[in-house]
């Protein structure tokens, strides 16, 4: 397992998987997928539809489309200078480094969420790396780090402090082996640094429906126009909070002169996807039509691979 994770591309999938994902939840994603995809070569051939089948319940569906479009520009290997790493779709200055330190063993600073908690604590930093300044100021701590012999190991090191003792909450101070000379423990203001990012989120309230035809088929749509863009979803649309109970004119564009035979409504949901709150009523409709044979109608067993979690929240709402 180790080699596997001083593989470059190893190293990259891991740690793209770690961005906004918790390290527990990723485990066994990261497993799955390298049983699938276990090196550039496979990934690079596969298509949009199965990757997304292999990322679903991380979410943030951009990183999966990057990793596909980087396989398919880089394959069969990783390049190793950060100038061409950095080109790449979906890796940024802390992919890079990371790829650089972690798989190629170069002198290459890291600034990951746990560095970032790290530094503000350690060295008093009242602010977050958000604008090009705050940035540049970790950056250098982390330049600072990725000096010397076996750089790597301490960059790992301080990732590995960050996830196991200097956590976000209830962090393990007693056992830091940096608390003799760390600001905010000897001050006793761990809570206060790093400070909070307020987090906004726009509230979005609309309908999402699924359509039964005749034979048994389901539609699905790649045409959203709110968010989870270009991904197989079931169709849905904004209404105001107070909308009839009925059935909204606005599925008429979704059926094509399609007869509804007989509707009924589920629970309604609540689902977050990056900035969006959202609150969904949830709509089954039967028509009267068997399914036209095109791809936007799909069998029952293939509802289960649809990627979005949003999805499995409608059946469940529904009761399908």
């Given at each position: 397992?180790l ?5 470059p ?15 527990a ?16 070569d ?10 997304f089948?292999?990322?679903q ?7 999966a489309?990057n ?7 880089v394959?069969?290997?990783m390049?190793?200078?950060r100038?061409?790493?950095e ?5 940024g200055?802390?992919?890079a480094?990371a790829?650089?330190s972690?798989?190629f ?7 990951d969420g746990?560095?970032v908690?790290?530094?503000?604590r350690f ?10 300044i ?7 701590k982390?330049?600072l ?9 301490r960059?790992?090191a301080?990732?590995?402090l960050g996830?196991?003792?200097?956590k976000v ?14 600001f905010a ?7 206060k640094?790093p400070p909070?990012?307020?987090r906004?989120?726009k509230?979005w309230?609309?309908v999402i429906?699924v359509?039964?035809s005749?034979?048994k088929?389901?539609f699905i ?6 968010f ?10 904004p ?5 009839a109970r009925?059935?909204p ?11 509804v035979?007989d509707?009924?409504?589920g629970k309604?949901i609540n689902h977050?996807?990056?900035h969006?709150?959202?609150s ?15 791809s936007?109608w799909?069998a ?6 649809l ?5 499995k929240?409608v059946?469940?709402?529904l009761?399908?």
């Amino acid at each position: 397992m180790l080699e596997a994770l001083r593989d470059p591309y190893a190293v990259w999938i891991s740690e793209t998987m770690l961005q906004q994902t918790q390290v527990a939840t990723v485990k066994d994603y990261f497993v799955r997928w390298m049983k699938r995809f276990p090196d550039l070569d496979s990934l690079a051939k596969a298509n949009e539809a199965e990757v997304f089948k292999f990322w679903q319940g991380l979410g943030y569906y951009n990183r999966a489309k990057n990793i596909l479009k980087t396989a398919k520009i880089v394959a069969p290997q990783m390049p190793d200078s950060r100038k061409e790493l950095e080109a790449l779709p979906g890796i940024g200055a802390y992919t890079a480094g990371a790829i650089l330190s972690l798989a190629f063993h170069k002198n290459e600073a890291i600034l990951d969420g746990n560095l970032v908690r790290i530094f503000s604590r350690f060295y008093a930093l009242d602010f977050l790396p958000d604008s090009a300044i705050h940035k540049e100021i970790y950056w250098d701590k982390a330049r600072l780090v990725a000096c010397g012999e076996k750089a790597f190991l301490r960059n790992e090191a301080l990732m590995e402090l960050g996830r196991n003792v200097c956590k976000v909450k209830n962090p393990a101070c007693e056992k830091c082996p940096l608390k003799s000379k760390c600001f905010a423990f000897q001050n006793n203001l761990i809570e206060k640094f790093p400070p909070k990012k307020d987090r906004v989120y726009k509230h979005w309230y609309g309908v999402i429906f699924v359509v039964q035809s005749a034979d048994k088929k389901f539609f699905i749509t790649e045409n959203s126009e709110f968010f989870l863009k270009n991904q197989k979803v079931f169709p849905h649309f904004p209404i105001g909070e107070t909308e009839a109970r009925g059935i909204p004119a606005r599925v008429d564009t979704f059926l094509n002169g399609l007869e509804v035979t007989d509707f009924f409504y589920g629970k309604d949901i609540n689902h977050s996807i990056t900035h969006f709150k959202i609150s969904m009523r949830t709509l089954f409709l039967n028509v009267a039509q068997n399914a036209p044979k095109n791809s936007s109608w799909i069998a029952k067993k293939e509802l289960k691979d649809l990627p979005s979690s949003l999805c499995k929240k409608v059946l469940n709402a529904l009761k399908i």
